[in-house]
């Protein structure tokens, strides 16, 4: 014999749901406590759907092959500099610090 699942409808799971999300609610941010789950849930809604979007719009644009060299070309000079200065801090500390090898 099958069981079957039991079915609950939406507003039982979020009465069911809604103390465990107040607890956590409050204890996050105790200033919104009082604040009303039905905005807190649209709220959320609309930042995770601007969030998506944020994403996906961040992966759909690839750089050109103009924007690749200038980033190799600067990548390269930051690496020079970094190294200079990298030789200009050894030095120093070997004048200051004698002992320092």
Do not use: C, H
């Not at 999300?21 to 406590?33: S, V, Y």
């Not at 009303?36 to 759909?60: C, H, S």
């Not at 200038?70 to 610090?97: D, H, I, M, Y």
């Amino acid at each position: 014999m099958k069981r079957r699942r039991r079915q609950i409808q939406l507003e039982q799971k979020r009465r069911l749901r809604q103390p465990a999300l107040d607890r956590a609610r409050q204890k996050a941010w105790p200033d919104l406590a009082d604040l009303r789950p039905n905005v807190y849930d649209a709220w959320l809604k609309d930042f995770m759907e601007a969030g998506k979007a944020r994403l996906q719009a961040d992966t759909i644009r690839d750089a050109s092959r103009a924007e690749v060299e200038g980033f190799k070309r600067e990548n390269e000079r930051l690496k020079q500099v970094v190294a200079e200065l990298s030789l200009e801090v050894l030095v120093l500390k070997k004048t200051a610090v004698p002992e320092f090898d």
